[in-house]
Structures are given as C-alpha cells and as structure tokens.
C-alpha cells in the first residue's frame, strides 16, 4: 500500500489573464490577428497618411523602445534568478530558508509594484544614491522575482513525487535529482507562465517612465509636453506596445506548443 | 545470518494514526525471490519502500548485508546505489530517451564516462529486448517496454539486490508477460529479489518464499506451492479464493 498521495496535475494557472492567444484559434480573423494586424497597419500608416505630426513621433520613439526592452530583459533575467532560488527556497525542508523565502514572497506580492518603485530610488535614494535605471531594475527584478518564485514552486511541485523516488532509489543526492530529473521537467510546465510574466513585466515597465527613464512611454510624454499633440503621441505610444506585447505572445504560444509537441 | 541479504527485524511504518506495517520480521538469502502478496491497504508496498528507506521506519531495523537502512547516521545514498528499484507507474525520467536513463545515475552517481555508460546502457537495453529503442523516449515507448527499461535502468548500477512495487498492476495483459520474462531471467541470474505482486504463475516459476501480508501484519510465510496450494491460515485462503 502506498501512502495517500494528493492528486497531482501538470497544469498550473499563475497569471492574471489570458496573454497567450489560444492556438486552437485558427481562423483568419482571430481576435490576436485583428488586433496585431490592425495595430500594425495603424503604426505605418498613420506617419504615411498623415505625416504631421505621426512621423515625428515615430521619429521620437525608438530610443524609448531600446530603453524599454534593456530594462524589461535585464529585470526578467535577474527575476528568473531570484524566482528560481526562492522557489527552491519555498519547497526547501530547511525551516529558515523555507521561512525566509515566504516572507519575500508575501512582502513583496503585498506591495504595489509602484510603491516599491518609489521606495527603491526615493526612499533609499537617502542612503544609497542608485542610478535611475539601476533603481528601476531593482525594483522591477526584486518584484517580478517573487511572481516568478511561485511559478517555480508550483512547476517544481507538479512533477509526480514518483519521479524523485525513482532518482533517490537510483542513488543520486536530492540536489542531483533536483537538478537533473525535477528542474529539466519544470523548465516544460513554466514556460508558458514564465513568458506571460514577460510579457507583463514588458507592460509594468513603463511605470519606470515616472522616475525619469526615457523608456517608450517617457520618450512619447517628452514629445507631447512639447508640442501639445496628447492625442496623437499616446495613440501611437499605446499602439506601438499593442505590437510589441502581441507578437512576443505569439511567440510565446509557438513555443508553449513546440514543447508540447516535443515529449 | 551471513548469507541473508535483506534483514527486516521487527519492522513498524505508522502514518499519523494509522499503521501500515505491524511488527514484520523476514530475511531474503542472497539470490532469494521473494514474493509479497496480500490486498490492497495490507502494508505490502510500504514494507518494501522500508527497504530502500523511501519510507523511514517507524520502529525496528533494516539491514542489506551488514548495513543499516534503519540508521539516521548511515549513508543510504550508497545502499540505495547496491539496491535497485521497479515501481508500479515505471517512473521512468520523460526529457531522456531509453539510453539517458539507463546511463544516467552511472554517470552522475558512479562517475563512469559517457561512453562506457552508454556502452552498457545498450548491452542492458539489449538484454531486455530493446536494442532498437535506444532513442525512444518514454512517450514513445509502450507500458511493458517503459517498464522494461525501468528494469535495465535500475541494473545499470549493478545492484545487489532489487525490488519490485507491483511491477505488473499498471499494464495492460498482453505486456505482462514481457515484463515477467524479464524478472524470470534476472532471477535465474541469481538475483536477490523482493517483489510485491500477484503474479502466480512468476511465484511458482521463479519464487523461493511466498509472504501473505493482511492489516499490516505477516501472516504466512512459506514456499510457494505450499502458500498457494495448502495455506495454513485462514485469512490467506480467504484472500487466495478472492484472486483465483
């Protein structure tokens, strides 16, 4: 007889919405391709239709955009550092480490991601004075690392407990197990997840905009204070991140698919 | 007691309130098959996870050899290296091909190089009839093939004893007999083995001692024909009509 197991899917939901188009949806007018298409069309052809004052404002945009993907792929990595450790730290039979880690987790998830921002450059900026960027980094990768932490926890408990039996009988270590037969299996289950917190992250960053990084946002708002062209500057600041988080979700769904596929 | 391999003193597994073994006692000879059977909630699998430490005894001790599995301060990673393991649901390793996990732990555990580890990952894979499944991951494998190299991944650390958690119950007849041919080799090898089944016709065939455990307890120990055929209590011969 074996002990009572609890019943063990390996699907696991953290998000808080629908990011990835469904693949299931293939017909011509998917709602992801009406929206990426449309978005699309309306960035080139606006400066085209009407180049004053559109194609100034594409003009503006780039540096923003750089600014945007530098901070939201340095914080993603530095977050998928930080959540991989905490979640090893919240599965971990060590009662401090276990305690430490659901403490950052509850803090950190309890705080607005906005706050944290302030407190990181403002607050602490009377201790240590940190960069801008380097603020915004800190405090994106400090945040999302906690999401993160639970995605990893939830992976790393989705595989079937039989599958670090099977590595303990063999004779490897816990460490060994987790590290070659747990984590390459959790790799499959969060990335899906993983790539929705990308794609997240890619949206809270404008909120770095406000400590003066001249990300997308912060590029279109130092145009239009200018130029008074509100309307204009933000439909297409809106529809420039419309593009960009639609197609790296698409990118997501193709990849989610490939490593079903490829069991 | 020095040609006993498996030494099982007195051995109690509680969890929370309820006891799943009950003072069992039994010792396996060097190149024994063993067989436990008894119904389902009668303590048979968690005995046998006992011996690996995969359940920690509650009370009682275990050795293999001279070793103590029951120890705190033993080190069971290096017994678990001379015990071998087959579980009902295989549990084979899904991102590796038939290969990697038959190499795997040689590798990693012994430190054998990648070659010779392959080199008898295939010589074992060939001994269970899968010489042409090498690349096969366990998606692509049937039930009684994934439980074969089950079987050949547990022997790549050439184990002096193996054991068995129902290694049948989760397939489908006509691969049963594959998997028990199997076993049937490996203990005409010699092997020292425990195994936790129903198969009647593998006990009569290859099986030294018969084990009927019923509510935690070893009720009846004896040589398979004399189990089967002319049980001596009466809890087994309830449970023999039941199977039979």
Partial sequence: ?263 | MADSRIRIENVSKRFGSVTAVRNASLTVAAGEVVLIIGPSGSGKSTLLRCVNRLETASEGEIFIDDDSVTDPRGNIRAIREEVGMVFQNFNLFPHLTARDNVALSPRKVRGVSKEEAYQRAEALLDRVGLSDKYDSYPAQLSGGQQQRVAIARALAMQPKVMLFDEPTSALDPEMIKEVLDAMLDLAQEGMTMLVVSHEMGFARAAADKVVFMDNGEIIEIGAPDAVFDRPTEERTRKFLAHIL
């Fill in chain 1, 1 to 263: 007889m074996a002990p009572i197991e609890r019943e063990q899917g390996t699907r696991i939901t953290v998000s808080d919405g629908a990011l990835i188009p469904d693949q299931g949806e293939t017909s011509l007018f998917s709602a992801w391709r009406i929206s990426f298409y449309g978005a699309l069309a309306l960035v080139i052809l606006l400066p085209v239709l009407s180049p004053d004052p559109y194609r100034d404002i594409i003009a503006r945009l780039p540096m923003g955009i750089l600014r945007t993907f530098q901070v939201t792929v340095t914080s993603i990595i530095i977050a998928l550092g930080i959540g991989l450790i905490t979640g090893l730290g919240r599965i971990s039979r060590v009662t401090v480490i276990n305690r430490i880690a659901t403490v950052y987790v509850e803090v950190i998830r309890g705080i607005p991601l906005l706050v944290q921002l302030f407190y990181i450059y403002f607050a602490l900026g009377r201790f240590l004075s940190l960069d801008r960027i380097v603020s915004a980094i800190a405090a994106m990768s400090i945040c999302y690392g906690a999401y993160m932490g639970e995605i990893f926890r939830a992976g790393i408990q989705s595989i079937p407990k039989g599958q670090m039996e099977a590595a303990l009988a063999l004779g490897m270590s816990r460490t060994q197990a987790l590290r070659l037969v747990i984590l390459p299996q959790t790799v499959r289950v969060v990335l899906p997840p993983v790539g929705n917190e990308f794609i997240a992250l890619l949206k809270d960053s404008s909120l770095v905009s406000i400590v003066a990084v001249t990300d997308l946002l912060r590029a279109g708002r130092e145009y239009a204070s200018t130029t008074f062209y509100y309307f204009e500057t933000y439909t297409m600041v809106a529809l420039v991140y419309l593009v960009i988080t639609l197609f790296f979700s698409k990118i997501v769904a193709i990849m989610e698919e490939r490593l079903s596929h490829g069991r």
